[in-house]
């Protein structure tokens, strides 16, 4: 057991601001003397440990001092074998956990609505997914998790795939069967990627759903910078037993800055140790708050604010009580409409909006005063914006045909033709729809009639399209010669 | 030995009173509340630092915040106060036989409890039998409140800490919903003079004013706020507050007051052409 009282790297940073070490060495602004401007608006305080690796405070590449230190007990608060401090967003925890997994032509399966990061680090690894239909609650517009049985057959299909990545929770709280998931892949020799960029209190709160590492999970991404209170960019990277951490290692530092922020890397430290100790508290608190506004939310009428009553024990094994989210079509209103209306009319700026809900993210930040506004200003919109209700679009889940591999379209010739003279075509790049948040097509797969009659109903019923590289989604890129 | 409360106005300007004693502090849930004595104003409430009322001059603020709308109103009955826990404006409101109802939200308790205990002279008629305390946040009660009051007063600290809520624009908009067709909704309307409360002002202003279809600002001289120009807004569905004045009707309430007349509540609406400008900038924004 570590001694979570401990934060080395944060007690390093100030041991080093004592000794008044004379600087002669980079960052150049020489804490912060060099540029006044600077100064003044982030404060001498931040500027003064804005540092340069060193003897006393470590190197990120290769770490044998505080930032081991820091990274063990973090490894232990999160019950891992091994964390590595990320500061690069969760998006580069998540492309060294699919970089040190799947290789080219690697086999990796995965729900559809992965973030676009781990589409992209196929691209960068040349692996090939194998997608599996994360299913969709048609009242709400939103995609759920992985059906079990669905994750077997895929399995039975590729015997031969390396990883599977999962989703602990969606952007919307969903979760999946994380555990029996695990099992099965294990079963099968495959390692269990899992993308925690909203899930970082699931390993300190009560009551929440499983975490990766309780849940035997090899890897996870956890966005410490979510509902873990660090630095924007900051990040976790957390290996099980399964994995060789000093190949991960490796892999990390073939895109990993030289140069790691010392802002972050503290934040990481800090922030680790508020949660191991203070986290229950902290994370009751939020729940306590999230539960308090959603019952409130509820008695306005016609919003729907969710919760634990869809838990239907497959698709939504599990939901994530501190989300609070809201579905607002029975108003009249798009959640996007009362996103703008909260931002604009009312100075209360909120996570998203899609089609048909709006996210407001609760965090230990908040306080009742805040809430009560949020309350009051949603059930005003209602009062004075409330219109005729309108229904959500259809959404049919396609099965995506992978032609090509990823990175194979990416770097493909490639020509750019009007979105219906696409069919048949492979397509070489992506289109992401929002709602419900997942690409209708990623580079290496299949234009088929249904997918561009799909891209052509979204478009009307106003989902937001983007990913391609015509800002009205009226042209694609397609690979040259492949049809 | 000298003993001096001070309170900035700004970042550059101070306001000092010479202190005899220092009867009281406590941190509540939500606020610091300082009660002291001094030679020149009396006895004086502070919460977080700032001035709420001296017994010397509190008179003026709440005349002026609650006889106005009432002198306009024909016929108030049922009376929403928000804050207000020193209980000036509940003394005031007790003058008026014709009340049947008053409610009052007070999100600090202690507020309450202090004030019995130290302002006497405020905190007077909490026990009349037509008031009811609610110790609740203002902003979650009026969510609930449908076309229930003739006249609702908004007597709030300054917009930050825990009178943040009561400057938002969901407030203001849950007051109107809150009063009946023909209700007036009052309000602590900072100042114009020094830049952060004219700040404020002005966010009051444009909110009030998208909120309700009458919305004007009238203006006291209260010694001991920043600046002493202090002001109120007057927002209502129906009545101007100065063409519906009811002076003559008002006066047969034979109410003694030592600041409040109908001419003055006429003047009061006259006000001095850099905060007029202000106005107009505000209400030509939205």
């Given at each position: 057991m570590f001694n979570q009282q401990k934060a080395p790297l944060y007690e390093a940073l100030e041991d080093f601001k004592s000794m008044r070490i004379v600087p002669f060495d980079v960052p150049g602004h020489k804490r912060g003397k060099g540029n006044k401007e600077l100064t003044d608006f982030l404060g001498e305080k931040c500027l003064s440990v804005d540092v340069n690796s060193m003897k006393p405070l470590d190197n990120l590449c290769h770490p044998i001092g505080v930032i081991r230190d820091a990274e063990q007990i973090a490894a232990d608060a999160f019950g891992a074998t091994e964390a590595f401090f990320m500061v690069g967003g969760t998006t580069s925890s998540v492309q060294a956990m699919i970089l040190s997994t799947v290789k080219k032509d690697d086999k990796i399966i995965l729900p559809r609505n992965v973030h676009r990061s781990v589409i992209n680090a196929l691209i960068l690894c040349g692996a090939i997914p194998v997608y599996i239909n994360p299913q969709t609650d048609e009242k709400?517009?939103?995609?759920?998790?992985?059906?079990?049985?669905?994750?077997?057959?895929?399995i039975e299909k590729n015997k031969d795939a390396k990883a599977i990545l999962v989703n602990n929770p969606t952007y919307y709280g969903i979760c999946s069967n994380l555990k029996e998931i695990t099992e099965l892949a294990h079963e099968n020799d495959m390692l269990v990627l899992v993308d925690e960029a909203h899930g970082t209190h699931f390993y300190f709160g009560e009551g929440l759903p499983v975490s990766a590492m309780s849940a035997g999970a090899d890897m996870a991404s956890v966005s410490m910078h979510k509902s873990g209170g660090s630095l924007t960019q900051s990040s976790i990277l957390l290996c099980g037993k399964n994995v060789n951490a000093d190949y991960v290692r490796q892999v990390i530092n073939l895109t990993q800055t030289t140069s790691g922020s010392y802002l972050l890397l503290s934040s990481l430290d800090i922030s680790r140790r508020n949660l191991a100790l203070n986290g229950k508290e902290i994370f009751r608190k939020v729940i306590d708050l999230t539960s308090y506004a959603r019952a409130e939310i509820n008695r306005i009428g016609d919003y729907y604010a969710y919760a634990r009553e869809l838990i239907n024990g497959d698709s939504i094994f599990e939901f994530d009580t501190t989300k609070l989210t809201v579905h607002t079509l029975d108003i009249g209103l798009a959640g996007i409409e009362v996103y703008d209306l909260l931002r604009d009319e009312y100075d209360i700026q909120i996570e998203f909006g899609d089609l048909g809900n709006i996210l407001a993210y609760v965090s230990v930040g908040d306080n009742q005063k805040n809430i009560e506004r949020l309350i009051g200003a949603l059930s005003e919109i209602r009062r004075i914006y409330k219109k005729e209700k309108v229904s959500l679009m259809k959404y049919e889940y396609i099965n995506p045909e992978v032609v090509i591999p990823p990175q194979q379209a990416f770097y493909s010739e490639k020509k750019n033709v009007e979105i219906k003279d696409a069919v048949g075509q492979i397509c070489g790049e992506f289109v992401m729809s929002y709602p419900p948040g997942i690409p209708i097509l990623a580079p290496g797969e299949r234009v088929t009639n249904d997918i561009v009659d799909y891209i052509m109903y979204a478009k009307e019923k106003g989902c937001s399209l983007t990913g391609t590289e015509d800002m009205e989604v009226n042209r694609l890129n397609v690979v040259e010669g492949g049809n | 030995m000298e003993l001096w409360y001070s309170e900035n106005s700004?970042?550059?300007?101070?306001?000092?009173?010479?202190?005899?004693?220092?009867?009281?502090?406590?941190?509540?849930?939500?606020?610091?509340i300082d009660i002291f004595d001094s030679p020149e104003f009396g006895r004086f409430l502070t919460l977080d630092g700032y001035i709420m009322l001296t017994e010397k001059d509190e008179f003026i603020y709440h005349e002026m915040i609650t006889h106005v709308p009432m002198a306009v109103h024909p016929d108030p009955k049922s009376i929403l106060v928000i804050g207000a826990g020193d209980g000036g404006v509940i003394r005031e409101l007790t003058k008026y036989n014709s009340i049947e109802c008053i409610d009052l939200v007070e999100i600090d308790e202690m507020v309450i409890d202090v004030c019995k205990e130290y302002l006497p002279k405020t905190a007077c008629c909490f026990d009349d039998p037509r008031l009811t305390i609610y110790y609740q946040d203002g902003l979650k009660f009026i969510r609930d409140c449908d076309d229930k009051y003739d006249i609702i007063i908004v007597d709030s600290t300054d917009p930050f800490g825990p009178g943040e809520g009561l400057f938002t624009k969901e407030f203001y908009g849950n007051c109107?919903?809150?009063?009946?067709?023909?209700?007036?909704?009052?309000?602590?309307?900072?100042?114009?003079?020094?830049?952060?409360?004219?700040?404020?002002?002005?966010?009051?202003?444009?909110?009030?004013?998208?909120?309700?279809?009458?919305?004007?600002?009238y203006q006291a001289h209260i010694p001991t706020y920043p600046s002493g120009h202090w002001l109120f807004g007057f927002a209502s569905k129906k009545y101007h507050p100065v063409r519906d004045l009811r002076a003559l009707q008002w006066r047969q309430h034979n109410i003694d007051t030592k600041y409040y007349n109908t001419n003055l509540h006429k003047g009061a609406f006259y006000l001095p052409n850099y905060v007029e400008k202000i106005l107009r900038e505000c209400e030509g924004d939205e």
């Open positions: 709400l517009g939103i995609s759920l998790g992985m059906i079990v049985k669905d994750v077997k057959a895929t | 700004t970042e550059n300007v101070k306001f000092s009173i010479k202190v005899d004693k220092h009867i009281y502090t406590a941190q509540s849930e939500f606020q610091r109107s919903k809150a009063l009946e067709a023909d209700g007036i909704m009052v309000n602590q309307h900072e100042s114009a003079f020094y830049e952060n409360d004219a700040k404020a002002m002005k966010r009051a202003h444009s909110r009030i004013f998208k909120s309700f279809p009458i919305s004007r600002v």
